[in-house]
């Protein structure tokens, strides 16, 4: 593949064509129904993306690159990004200092 990152309608297609279903590969690696599908919306599930990069043989930064970060060179580990964006504080908490 070209691109950085993988779609999730890719992800979801391999799955298919090798067991069938999404379920089916729930069931595969003994995961919880509906997992994979919370996982492709967004959710944050690091056992089912680990079986999902791990089936595909995929590395988990190229699967969600929102949550994970290559490794630099020189560097074995992956990492997870964890980093959140400042926020604005609620016009409540503002007015309670």
Known sequence: ???KSVHK???KGALRKRYGT????EQAHDLP???VKDVLRGRASARV???IADDLEL???RLFPGRYV?????????K??????????????????
Do not use: C
Request: charge should be positive; avoid cysteine; hydrophobic fraction near 35%.
């Open 80 to 97: 997870r990004d964890n980093k959140r964006t400042k926020r604005n504080a609620h016009r409540l908490s503002a007015e309670a200092r």
């Open 33 to 35: 129904t509906q997992s």
């Open 59 to 61: 590395p988990l930064h």
């Open 70 to 78: 290559a490794a630099q060179a020189g560097d074995s580990s992956l």
């Open 49 to 51: 993306e680990q079986a």
């Open 9 to 11: 309608e890719d992800i």
């Open 22 to 25: 999404l379920i089916a590969f």
């Open 1 to 3: 593949m070209i691109s």
